[in-house]
């Protein structure tokens, strides 16, 4: 059974499709074949309203099924297996043609960084999830503050001449994470979001 504090931010969760029927499709009946079609929801922050020791769990919807942003739950025993977001060189297939220049100069950056939002649901959903207003949203890991620092650098270097917006998250080891852009700053204090929500953290703080 899955430990719902050992979860992470953007973490993919899978359902069994009787799972998903008893807990889920019961209440939300546009999705009642998810699961049966081996797609996830994703890993949300908990609210007030979520009882102790379930999973929150979101689903955002392509624009197809309407765009809507569902929230879920269900308890730890419901819960299949768990997946990290997709790395961007596998999600680089589902991409349309005129992002491949960017992640290609990405992946030779870094091979190891992975996406979300809308190319990472695409690419395990195999739904259009994808519009000409789409962002790329990467997840990349940094262990220190100087590793944190390159990597801004890179990102800004591409996003330069990118035809769509890169929206990243610098991830420190512990989980938490703040925006590139954001990084780049001098502000001392940074908005940083962690699994209890955003919050004010020393730039020091961050990244060893």
């Known amino acids: 059974m899955v430990d719902p504090a050992a979860l992470r931010r953007h973490d993919l969760v899978y359902l069994s499709p009787e799972a998903w029927r008893d807990q889920v499709a019961s209440v939300v009946d546009e999705v009642a074949d998810w699961a049966d079609l081996g797609r996830p929801a994703i890993l949300r922050q908990r609210v007030c309203a979520d009882p ?3 999973v929150p769990l979101g689903l955002p919807l392509p624009p197809g099924m309407g765009r809507k942003r569902l929230t879920l739950s269900c308890s730890p025993a419901a819960v299949a297996r768990v997946a990290s ?3 961007l060189r596998d999600a680089r297939s589902s991409a349309p043609a005129g992002w491949r220049p960017v992640i290609e100069a990405l992946l030779g950056a870094d091979p190891s960084w992975r996406c979300f939002g809308s190319l990472a649901w695409q690419h395990v959903t195999r739904l259009s999830y994808l519009t000409d207003a789409s962002d790329l949203d990467l997840l990349i890991t940094c262990v220190s503050h100087a590793e944190a620092t390159r990597v801004a650098a890179a990102l800004g270097g591409i996003a330069a001449w990118a035809p769509m917006r890169l929206d990243a998250e610098l991830v420190s ?5 703040v925006q590139w852009r954001e990084w780049l700053s ?3 204090h940074l908005l940083v979001k962690t699994r ?5 953290v020393a730039r020091e ?4």
């Open 52 to 54: 102790d020791g379930v």
């Open 85 to 87: 977001p997709p790395s």
């Open 173 to 177: 080891e512990g989980g938490n994470a």
């Open 186 to 188: 001098d502000a001392p």
């Open 196 to 200: 209890s929500g955003p919050a004010l």
């Open 205 to 208: 703080a961050l990244f060893p």
